[in-house]
């Protein structure tokens, strides 16, 4: 779905191409279960099922041959709805979230998932997947959210496995990879340079390289891309504009308008 100018703006209950006109990312929809005033982790609010015919997930981790490891989501009374994010809570539907030692770094919308080597710090670590309704409230049972967790450690030389537990490739590139780059930094809530619009051509790559003062999550609206943006640390993500049309990067945490993207 594409916005016209006037009518691209930010989340936190503004309308977007990411979710419903007029809602937002935690805003309830639907009748299913129970809204709770609790939230997880990162500020979503539960949504309460009963235990029978609950979501269930349970992660596995696996080296890969080449370059960091293979995450399988296995879920039960879940599917994913990747075509229905930002509607109606619906039963056991939804979207999940990748966390390393609490931090999101991704947002899933399939079984499967590839982490890099280069996403992950030398040590020992705890990813987690939380599985949410298309409406961004947690499922619950419990009082507590839906997720499963695995254990990594990751050496100098690259990774040394994982082992899971119940309950995309990488987005980053070179810059001289893309055709076009736009380099932001996020400081005490203030962008820098001041958000405009980056016209390309349909077709080309454009580097979106930011510096962010404090941990947040790049998104592309329109797109439905993310990129996780540690603190004081540069994050570059590769975008091919291969639809025309305005586009909004923004910042989840703090809802910032980064740059808008005009495909023509």
């Known amino acids: 779905m594409l916005l016209a100018g006037g009518a691209v703006t930010g989340c936190g209950g503004r309308a977007t191409t990411h979710h419903k006109p007029g809602t937002s990312h935690e805003q309830a929809s639907g009748d299913v279960g129970t809204l709770l005033t609790a939230t997880d982790a990162v500020g979503h609010r539960l949504r309460e099922v009963p235990a029978q015919g609950a979501p269930e997930v349970q992660l596995t981790v696996r080296p890969d041959s080449e370059d960091g490891w293979n995450l399988q989501l296995v879920v039960k009374n879940y599917r994913f709805t990747p075509d229905s994010t930002g509607g109606a809570a619906l039963p056991g539907a939804g979207h999940a979230h990748l966390e390393l030692d609490g931090r999101k770094l991704a947002r899933l919308y399939g079984p499967w998932f590839h982490l890099p080597a280069a996403q992950v710090p030398e040590g020992a670590h705890t990813l987690t997947v939380r599985l949410y309704a298309d409406d961004h409230t947690a499922w619950a049972v419990s009082g507590?959210?839906?997720?499963?967790?695995?254990?990594?450690?990751?050496?100098?030389?690259?990774?040394?496995?994982?082992?899971?537990?119940?309950?995309?490739?990488?987005?980053?590139?070179?810059?001289?990879?893309?055709?076009?780059?736009?380099?932001?930094?996020?400081?005490?809530?203030?962008?820098?340079?001041?958000?405009?619009?980056?016209?390309?051509?349909?077709?080309?790559?454009?580097?979106?390289?930011?510096?962010?003062?404090?941990?947040?999550?790049l998104h592309v609206h329109g797109y439905d891309k993310e990129l996780a943006l540690p603190a004081?640390?540069?994050?570059?993500?590769?975008?091919?504009?291969?639809r025309t049309g305005l586009f909004e990067v923004e910042t989840h945490e703090s809802s910032l308008v980064l740059t808008q993207l005009l495909v023509r």
Do not use: F, M, N, Y
């Open 144 to 217: 507590k959210p839906v997720e499963g967790t695995a254990e990594l450690t990751a050496s100098a030389a690259g990774q040394t496995g994982g082992h899971g537990h119940g309950g995309a490739p990488s987005q980053s590139a070179a810059p001289e990879q893309a055709d076009r780059t736009v380099t932001i930094t996020v400081r005490d809530g203030k962008v820098s340079p001041a958000p405009a619009r980056t016209e390309l051509r349909r077709g080309e790559r454009v580097a979106l390289r930011v510096t962010s003062d404090r941990a947040d999550t």
């Open 232 to 242: 004081g640390q540069e994050a570059t993500l590769i975008l091919t504009a291969d």
